[in-house]
């Protein structure tokens, strides 16, 4: 059976890895492979701002600059509305109930404010596309890969 879309290649050869590997087919040093298909794409919007005035000239241009491996970043002083111009901007780039089209994987939002830590934030992101996926650090410690 011949499959028409696009397959993704991951390859990991660090031996503290301990976290895991999303995407559709996986290549871990040592011979380990695996197909894992995402059934639907995440699409994880915060709860937009009750009230989002002015701001449109630095959307525009965030908007304008954000493509797949591009990496914006928002700075400034705490208050300044750095997070509800970012989730003003998940909101427009996906206004339905769907991933944009520029981002087809999906859109992955995580807090710190309640759940510091990055391993929480890659735990989440795993989870997000596979729910079911499974913490197998434990199994792989002493074993190179």
């Not at 304008?64 to 989730?87: D, F, M, Q, S």
């Not at 079911?132 to 410690?141: C, E, H, L, N, P």
Request: proline share 10%.
């Amino acid at each position: 059976m011949e499959d028409n879309h696009e397959k993704k290649i991951y390859r990991l050869s660090s031996p503290q890895l301990q976290i895991g590997v999303v995407g559709d087919y996986a290549h871990i040093e040592g011979g380990v492979h695996f197909y894992h298909p995402i059934p639907q794409p995440p699409l994880q919007r915060p709860l937009r701002p009750m009230y989002f005035i002015g701001r449109e000239m630095e959307i525009d241009e965030i908007l304008n600059y954000l493509r797949p491996g591009r990496i914006i970043t928002l700075c400034g002083p705490g208050g300044l509305g750095k997070t509800a111009i970012a989730v003003e901007i998940i909101w427009r780039l996906s206004p339905d109930d769907k991933p944009p089209i520029v981002f087809p994987d999906g859109i992955v939002s995580h807090s710190f404010y309640d759940k510091s830590g990055t391993g929480l934030a890659l735990e989440h992101i795993i989870r997000s596309f596979d729910p079911q996926a499974q913490d197998i650090s434990g199994v792989m410690k002493g074993r190179a890969v």
